[in-house]
């Protein structure tokens, strides 16, 4: 049989601030957190936005030496499950070790220790180079490092699918607790590439933003979209079966409830133009849930302000929800800037609080209106909306789609 499956901690380190409760603020407050890049001197680009990470005392979760051996991925990763661990009131009630587990997605991993590896193997030679140098740059380390710190002794590891990595990482774990093999799982996705390599590389592949007034960068669905703006961060959600959360007296704070993924199999980096393949991820997550398209109340689009994705994503949502859909629609990225690989994860923890305050996240910024993106868009302010189930999208580069479904809770 089947075990039900709920949220019970969140955590999340984003643009909009260092902890969930700065994350779903600026949501409702409509802030942008996307401003000049400052990580490195952007002279010769001609990207010159980015939604980074502002600062904030790390040490107030890790020594000095343990961040200075971390890539700031895998940093931002552990920083937020231990939100959430503390969020979900966890510690010391775990149960048994090996039915606690840990997925963690990243498009990109440990591009930053990457960069400074390369320039010290060149001007300094490869003996100088850190042997901390290889864990700081894999992917799983990330979740890795996460399980360590949580002594989670169950399925530890690492998705990789692009800018669906962190919706895939919770959607895999809901699974694994849903089918009986763990009881808990730390799920979500972390993300630090506004490097000069990561900006420079999707720069000359034209998918990045190059105007300089941040409110009118990240602009989903908008006629005048023109390209991504990166964004850094992580977030992690704790789930947990139903079960194991009611025995300890867990907070609840939403029930997950499907899953589902597909692959476009057409190209390296555009999405299928029709759409079809999305639909078919949306169409599988709705099945999952053994529910109907008219049960969706919202949905948080990819929404990734190119022109390509939110035309694609349109039709996709057409094809599940019909042609004349009502179904309210917003993309958090217009706040966020795009996470990449985290991207999914933070939207997760977006879809959990608008559940629990019933409030739609607005696509702040949007301005005019596409004919090609003739969605119910929710524009530049939040929206009231009674809300009980809501669906969160993430499609990646290799054609990965990948959507999840979320209940609102309510004590049965």
């Not at 969706?296 to 599940?320: C, F, M, Q, R, W």
Request: some cysteine.
């Amino acid at each position: 049989m089947n075990q039900r499956v709920v949220i019970t901690g969140l955590g999340a380190v984003s643009p909009l601030g260092s902890t969930v409760n700065d994350l779903w603020d600026g949501i409702k407050t409509a802030q942008c957190g996307i401003g000049p890049i400052k990580a490195f001197d952007t002279t010769d680009y001609k990207t010159k936005l980015a939604a980074e990470v502002k600062p904030f005392d790390m040490e107030a979760y890790f020594s000095a030496r343990e961040l200075k051996f971390n890539d700031r991925f895998t940093q931002f990763a552990r920083i937020a499950a231990k939100q959430a661990i503390a969020d979900s009131c966890l510690e010391g009630q775990v149960g048994d070790p090996t039915k606690y587990g840990v997925i963690i997605g990243s498009g990109i991993g440990g591009l930053a220790s990457l960069e400074s590896a390369v320039t010290n193997l060149k001007e300094r030679g490869p003996s100088r180079i850190s042997p901390f140098f290889i864990p700081m740059t894999l992917i799983n380390l990330a979740a890795g490092q996460v399980a360590i710190d949580a002594k989670a002794q169950g399925h530890c590891s690492a998705v990789v699918t692009a800018c669906a990595a962190g919706t895939n990482a919770i959607g895999e774990a809901f699974h694994k607790i849903r089918s009986g093999q763990q009881d808990i799982m730390l799920a979500g996705g972390s993300e630090a590439a506004i490097t000069p390599l990561g900006i420079a590389g999707f720069m000359v592949m034209r998918a990045l933003h190059e105007g300089s007034d941040p409110l009118r960068a990240s602009i989903p669905f908008d006629a005048q979209r023109s390209g991504f703006v990166m964004g850094e961060g992580a977030a992690v959600v704790v789930l947990e079966s139903l079960e194991h959360a009611l025995a300890r007296k867990a907070p609840i704070l939403a029930e997950m409830v499907g899953y589902g993924t597909s692959c476009d199999a057409n190209h390296i980096t555009a999405p299928l133009e029709d759409g079809a393949m999305g639909a078919h991820a949306m169409a599988l997550a709705i099945a999952d849930a053994g529910l109907t398209p008219n049960d969706i109340d919202y949905i948080n689009a990819h929404g990734t302000s190119t022109p390509l994705n939110d035309k694609t994503e349109t039709l996709a949502v057409k094809k599940v929800f019909g042609s004349t859909t009502k179904v309210p629609v917003s993309s958090t990225k217009s706040s966020t800037g795009h996470l990449l690989g985290a991207s999914g994860a933070v939207e997760a923890v977006i879809c959990v609080k608008a559940l629990q305050e019933g409030l739609i996240p607005a696509t702040i910024g949007y301005a005019e209106s596409d004919p090609l993106c003739d969605l119910d868009i929710v524009p530049t302010t939040p929206r009231k909306a009674d809300l009980k189930v809501v669906m969160s999208n993430s499609l990646g580069f290799g054609g990965h789609n990948a959507s999840i479904v979320l209940r609102k809770w309510e004590v049965q």
